[in-house]
């Protein structure tokens, strides 16, 4: 089975950085997973922050330009800069086992998530 532990988080200025990790444990090639960071606002919908597959990354608009999510074995980073009182939020790691590059699908398996909360 897949198993996904995210570290990281906490409380931040707004302006500053945070780091997210995420250990994938998972049955085939991460190369061959959607890895992605989700998050999830109080009163609001979940959205995905950012994803990854063999290389190529997505983002979302209001992120683009400060966050940097990356893949190193089969751990997954979500580097946050800039960090504005609105990103805060449950932060979670999710992974979609995808045979092409379209990440957008219904993510299989979460990490059990992370706090993040920005205060300006």
């Known amino acids: 089975s897949v198993q996904l532990v995210e570290s990281g988080g906490g409380s931040v200025q707004a302006g500053g950085s945070a780091t997210l990790s995420c250990a994938a444990s998972?049955?085939?090639?991460?190369?061959?997973?959607?890895l992605a960071w989700f998050r999830q606002a109080p009163g609001k919908e979940r959205e995905k922050v950012a994803s990854?597959?063999?290389?190529n990354t997505d983002y979302h608009d209001s992120v683009k330009g400060r966050f940097t999510i990356s893949l190193d074995g089969s751990t997954v980073t979500l580097q946050m800069n800039r960090l504005k009182p609105e990103d805060t939020a449950m932060y979670y790691c999710?992974?979609?086992?995808?045979?092409?590059?379209?990440?957008?699908?219904?993510?299989?398996?979460w990490g059990q998530g992370t706090q993040v909360t920005v205060s300006s």
């Open positions: 990854i597959r063999r290389g």
């Open positions: 999710a992974a979609l086992w995808s045979m092409s590059d379209y990440c957008g699908g219904a993510y299989m398996w």
């Open positions: 998972l049955w085939a090639n991460p190369s061959d997973y959607c």
